[in-house]
């Protein structure tokens, strides 16, 4: 019997290239990756048979096929979130499919708010760890060990590319939330408390599912905004989206030293 995943992996197969390849999200911050991309194909996610839909407007729905520095990547061009009604596994699906269609590493950005008070907006953190408080209705990977999601090697070597480039960077513990409201005062305080250094809304079920499928992943957020509770100041998604805007190029060229270092 074919399965929904087999029939997604059938339909993209011709599309990529026999060579192992690296998977991208390229979520808030890293939009200006996909011009490093020298596309071979483009595939609307809507034309992938079983694929969720992205709702987001500032994310775009495409699989790029193609390669970066001559090594073959195939990248998600707009990622799916909790908030927008999906479940776990239906966000986690793409990365099946990039597992299926060769892909053996998992690089993955997203925009998060700053709790650490020593961590400045508009910098990058590297994920060391990773809290979810997202809902977890998931079975698929249930049975598999999620110590340690985060590779040791791709972050080493991410932590030399910036080294190289100049480029500060924090180190931490992102923690899931649901979304998409933003925290109260008392769920920042909460979070700094329990040990966390930034939160977002989305990475924990693909990095997750990366893990059960023995996938090498690193995250790195783009610390988009303060969460200070004291001095707390509103911040809207608009302004989210322009502080990502301004890491992107920093972001985007890490990430493309960092593959032509795999
Ligand atoms: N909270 C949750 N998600 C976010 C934030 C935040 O402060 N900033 C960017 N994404």
Redesign the pocket.
């Known amino acids: 019997m074919k399965t929904a995943l087999s029939d997604s992996i059938d339909f993209l197969k011709p599309l990529s290239a026999a060579a192992p390849a690296i998977g991208l999200i390229m979520g808030t911050g890293l939009h200006r990756l996909a011009d490093a991309i020298t596309i071979r194909h483009a595939v609307d996610y809507a034309d992938i048979p079983h694929f969720p839909i992205s709702t987001v407007e500032s994310h775009t729905g495409r699989l790029l096929f193609g390669t970066i520095e001559g090594r073959e990547v195939i990248a998600m061009q707009g990622r799916f979130h909790g908030y927008e009604g999906y479940s776990e596994e239906q966000i986690a699906y793409p990365v099946s499919v990039l597992h299926g269609l060769g892909a053996n590493v998992l690089l993955i950005s997203n925009?998060?708010?700053a709790l650490n008070p020593d961590f400045e907006k508009g910098r990058l953190m590297l994920l060391g760890g990773l809290i979810s408080l997202q809902d977890k209705a998931f079975i698929a990977d249930l049975a598999s060990s999620t110590e340690h999601l985060f590779d040791d090697t791709l972050c080493e070597r991410f932590r030399t590319v910036a080294k190289q480039e100049q480029i500060p960077i924090h180190e931490g513990v992102y923690v899931a939330?649901q979304?998409p409201m933003?925290?109260t005062r008392a769920e920042y305080r909460y979070l700094i408390r329990v040990g966390c250094d930034a939160?977002?809304?989305s990475t924990a079920p693909e990095a997750r599912r990366a893990k059960a499928l023995n996938m090498a992943c690193l995250a790195v957020s783009v610390l988009?905004?303060s969460?200070d509770p004291d001095h707390l100041e509103p911040?809207t998604l608009e302004e989210?989206i322009a502080v990502a805007g301004q890491a992107d190029r920093t972001l985007s060229d890490l990430f493309t030293k960092l593959i032509a270092s795999c």
Request: one cysteine or more; a negative charge.
């Open positions: 925009a998060a708010g939330v979304g933003l925290e939160v977002g809304m988009t905004d969460c911040v989210i």
